[in-house]
């Protein structure tokens, strides 16, 4: 009998002792509260890395519409290391730069001049018109320059199910050039076309 009362009385004992219940309770959430940080660092970085490739793209399609000068593949080289410094992340930087000129008897795109780094194929008379619809108006015979960029999204953590992976991040920009009709190009590095080379 005194066995019985003695089992008891320890669970009886145990029951009530909270010693230690604080260290198993850190223990018990540590896991989730690490988890929740790394989570809200990756997604805002991956804000903040958008908002960069955004800039970035505006930022070198202003400076090809400012230009008075014939654009070249060394140009366009400064212009895409400039857009990974902008960036400054761990994945290739993808470009490709088109001047795109509008013809009102024909109702169609023409490509002037395009020149890619990274991106597989330039754009030309022949295939403008797979992104006619996302062009803006234009009067006839008006130009605009064309940045495309293209730049994948490497977390520095990985806060599991797959929510910051395989995220690239595209931009489509395009501005009217400033000071004249158009931009001459000045471009030899293939994959290029360049139509014209007088401003």
């Known amino acids: 009998m005194s066995v019985f009362r003695n089992v008891k009385n320890r669970i009886k004992a145990f029951k009530q002792d909270e010693s230690g219940i604080l260290t198993v309770e850190a223990i018990m959430?540590?896991?989730l509260l690490l988890w929740t940080i790394t989570f809200t660092f990756t997604a805002f970085e991956g804000f903040r890395q958008s908002a960069s490739n955004l800039?970035?793209?505006?930022?070198?399609s202003d400076l090809i519409s400012r230009e008075?000068?014939?654009?070249?593949?060394?140009?366009?080289?400064?212009l895409?290391?400039?857009m990974g410094e902008m960036i400054n992340?761990?994945?290739?930087?993808?470009?490709?730069?088109?001047l795109v000129r509008f013809d009102e008897s024909d109702n169609r795109?023409?490509?002037?001049?395009?020149?890619?780094?990274?991106?597989?194929?330039?754009w030309n008379d022949n295939n403008i018109q797979e992104i006619e619809t996302r062009l803006p108006p234009m009067p006839d015979q008006d130009t605009v320059i064309l940045v495309e960029t293209s730049n994948e999204y490497i977390p520095q953590f990985k806060p599991g199910w797959d929510l910051a992976t395989g995220i690239t991040f595209e931009n489509f920009i395009f501005t009217r050039p400033r000071f004249s009709t158009?931009?001459?190009?000045?471009?030899?590095?293939?994959?290029?076309?360049?139509?014209?080379?007088s401003a």
């Open 29 to 31: 959430i540590f896991p």
């Open 55 to 60: 800039k970035a793209a505006y930022t070198v």
């Open 68 to 78: 008075s000068a014939a654009v070249t593949d060394v140009y366009i080289d400064s």
């Open 80 to 82: 895409h290391e400039l």
């Open 89 to 98: 992340n761990r994945s290739e930087v993808r470009i490709r730069v088109s």
């Open 109 to 122: 795109h023409y490509v002037e001049w395009s020149t890619v780094r990274g991106y597989d194929t330039e």
């Open 182 to 197: 158009k931009v001459a190009c000045n471009l030899v590095r293939p994959p290029v076309v360049c139509v014209d080379n």
